[in-house]
């Protein structure tokens, strides 16, 4: 099992910043991608950003490319998401999730189905 706890979300005017933290414990050996996902108040749960524990390969929906950064230290076994010029269309519950399986595929990572571990979520919030 795997246990995945975020912390840093909060309340930010637009055009602001925020850094959320995913910290993996349990059998994080058998991970081999993070994953952040967002949910918004009566709306799906839908793909940010991913990377592979491996290598440096990234993973970023449309609407977050050029904005947010998602990075991770292995050796703490963490992956953060530095969220820039927020909008408040990003306001939302962040989820970290994590994929027990190997892919290069950008598809596999935005699929929620995909990860077999999620945390509980930090709530984000954009005032305009």
């Known amino acids: 099992q795997v246990q995945l706890v975020e912390s840093g979300g909060g309340l930010v005017q637009a055009g602001g910043s925020l850094r959320l933290s995913c910290a ?3 059998r994080t050996f058998s991970l081999f991608s993070m ?3 967002r949910q918004a108040p009566g709306k799906e749960r839908e793909f940010a950003a991913a990377i592979r524990w491996s ?3 990234t993973y970023y929906a449309d609407s977050v490319q050029g904005r947010f950064t998602i990075s991770r230290d292995n050796a703490k076994n963490t992956v953060d998401l530095q969220m820039n010029s927020l909008k408040p269309e990003d306001t939302a ?4 999730a994590a994929l027990n399986h190997d892919s290069d595929s950008y598809y ?3 699929l929620p ?3 077999a571990y999620w ?3 930090t709530q984000v919030t954009v005032s305009s």
């Open 93 to 96: 519950v962040y989820y970290c």
């Open 35 to 37: 994953g952040w996902f």
């Open 55 to 57: 290598g440096s390969t």
């Open 24 to 26: 993996a414990s349990g």
């Open 119 to 121: 945390g509980q979520g």
């Open 108 to 110: 596999y990572h935005s």
């Open 113 to 115: 189905s995909s990860y």
